[in-house]
Every structure is written in structure tokens, then in C-alpha cells.
Nanobody
Framework: QVQLVESGGGSVQAGGSLRLSCVAS????????MTWFRQAPGKEREGVAS????????YYATSAEGRFTISRDNAKNTLYLQMNGLKSEDTGVYYC????????????????WGQGTQVTVTV
């Protein structure tokens, strides 16, 4: 079993920055990818950025490319999402997830989820 706890959300003006953190505990051999998802009100959950644990390779949604950076501190068992140049459309609940991730941006590929952290971008 894997437990995930996110933090770092908040309210920020457009153009600002936030860094989300996700502390992981436990172990599952099924976990190959760790990914940040977000869900805006009335919309489906979407993949934002992912990291392949074995190699550190990273993947980004088009909307996040160039503005967001996903990283992992193995010593602290912590996943990060540095978000710069935030836009109003980045508003939503951000979830940390761990799982097989064969298609990294599909929520159904993930077995373990955090509780989510709210990000609100104001204009």
C-alpha cells in the first residue's frame, strides 16, 4: 500500500508561482509512475505532469509544458510540482497519484491517490 499526502496549494494571482509537494509512504511494486492530476469544477480529472520513477523521465500536458516542472526527491520520498506563470485556467484541485501509468495521463492507470490540494488563480 502507498499513502500520498499533498500540500502547497493556495490562492495566487495570475502570473504567480506555487510549489506543490506530495509525500509518499509505503511501497507497491505496481508503482512505476508518479503523476500530478488536476480537476477543475465541472470538468474531468486531467494529467498535468508525470515522472517515470526508474529513470526520472518526465512528461507534461501541453498546457503545462514550459511553465510547470515535476521533480522527485528520493531521499525525502517527496514529489514536487513547481508551477510558474499561473493562469486562471490552472485553477482546480491538484492530486498526486501513483501507479502503473502505461498511459501516464489516464486516471484509471493509478491505484493510489492523495486527498488533493486546492489551487486558485485569481485575475
Amino acid at each position: 500500500q502507498v499513502q500520498l499526502v499533498e500540500s502547497g496549494g493556495g490562492s495566487v494571482q495570475a502570473g504567480g508561482s506555487l510549489r506543490l509537494s506530495c509525500v509518499a509512504s509505503g511501497y507497491s511494486q505496481r508503482v512505476r509512475y508518479m503523476t500530478w492530476f488536476r480537476q477543475a469544477p465541472g470538468k474531468e480529472r486531467e494529467g498535468v505532469a508525470s515522472i517515470y520513477i526508474a529513470t526520472g523521465s518526465t512528461y507534461y500536458a501541453t498546457s503545462a509544458e514550459g511553465r510547470f516542472t515535476i521533480s522527485r526527491d528520493n531521499a525525502k520520498n517527496t514529489l514536487y510540482l513547481q508551477m510558474n506563470g499561473l493562469k486562471s485556467e490552472d485553477t482546480g484541485v491538484y492530486y498526486c497519484a501513483a501507479g502503473r501509468g502505461y498511459t501516464w495521463y489516464w486516471p484509471k492507470e493509478y491505484d493510489y491517490w492523495g486527498q488533493g490540494t486546492q489551487v486558485t488563480v485569481t485575475v
